[in-house]
């Protein structure tokens, strides 16, 4: 019995600037429906607003508090410790930190950068964390897709200085236990009644099912053939969001 | 009883365009000596006669024949299995694989390619992985010490792309056990009457270990406090090749 559904965004509603077709009708039917809904992203290439112009844009009528992101999770994360962040982000979101102080930084902040992946920067990040600097994941996503191919996301970068600095990320986002369950928190459901919908093997449907969420993997966006033999656990593979919908409301998950 | 010993260079003879004090000193008294000696180095910024030429510079008298190169194993092993690689290595060695193909790749080398590791770069090289084409690693080291800093070796940028696209790297290199082994297998020395000097205590020191060869940490170049406690094993940690030197030819490995 699912009570409560958690959609991803990129890959799952839209691909690039263009929603993934059905995609509206079906969130409209849940909307309808006594299911609680959240859309839980990693996304850093855009900033809260941006995000949810583009949401609305493409048509989507969704509840901004019900729009539960990696990127605030990272900044409350970074505000609690009073921590000074050097900011490893895309120019797009640079601004979502302009309330710290980033003179002296004794924190890393990873999100997907894009080019801002340089040499350099790649090395202050490294230096920092070799000096004892607690590294802060924006997910860990391993790619996406941009809409007309695959681009590397902020996961690889992550694990490149985890191994050169010998150190562990602490990953706010998927796949974090913790994240799922502060999206949980504000809604009636247990974990074992909430689907998680998302296109990310590892990071949705892999982190879900060890969060004890219930797991659906589409197979639009990032999905590549036998994504869905690179993890262990009981999970629902379907075409798209259309056919997780479908599944949720005939009562079949 | 240490019959042959193998030198890494960057960190152990040398830190970036100056040699370590009493190095040129300590290898003249190996030379003299009844051991037999090897050069083993994973450097992929320059070409194996840049290297060559700067070893002399410095005063080193080597035989080109006793200096062993991860590069040279890497483009041996793409040669032998007649692939075309995507080659995102340094600009200063992109001349070294000039025979190759490079048209249409259907494998991803990484070298220390510094500035070369693009966004741009780093996605073609995931895409092609991603797409089946195996990934080859000149070397795993994380970091090296250029002379006045730190920097990222071609380590980290493997491993992001070994996550990214799920795939295992074949490593030429230390801290290869084959390759530790070929460079031993012109010598008549057998792998534990063989001692590895170097700077890096995972890809010199853990890496020989592993190929069943003793092995010696020094606390130049890129060496860290603490770095002797971050393995497993039996080895020895002294202050700079000359004690290395010291050390084996009193007798005391």
Known sequence: MINAILFDLSGVLYEGD???PGALQSVERVQASSLEIWFIT???RKTRSKLLDDLRI???KVNPDQVFTAVDAAKSWLQQRGLRPYCLVHENIQGEFS???QCDPNAVLMGDAAEAFSYNNLNRAFRLCLGGAPLVGVGYN???NSGSQLLLDAGPYIKAIEFAASVEATILGKPSA???HQALASTTAAADQALMVGDDVFGDVEGALNAGIQGCLVRTGKYQTGDE???RG???TVESVVEAVELILGGNC
Do not use: P
């Open 42 to 44: 990693n996304t850093s």
């Open 178 to 180: 913790e994240f799922f």
């Open 229 to 231: 033999c690179k993890i």
């Open 18 to 20: 263009t929603a993934i």
């Open 142 to 144: 391993r790619y996406f």
């Open 234 to 236: 009981n999970f629902h």
């Open 58 to 60: 493409l048509g989507f």
């Open 99 to 101: 309330d710290f102080d």
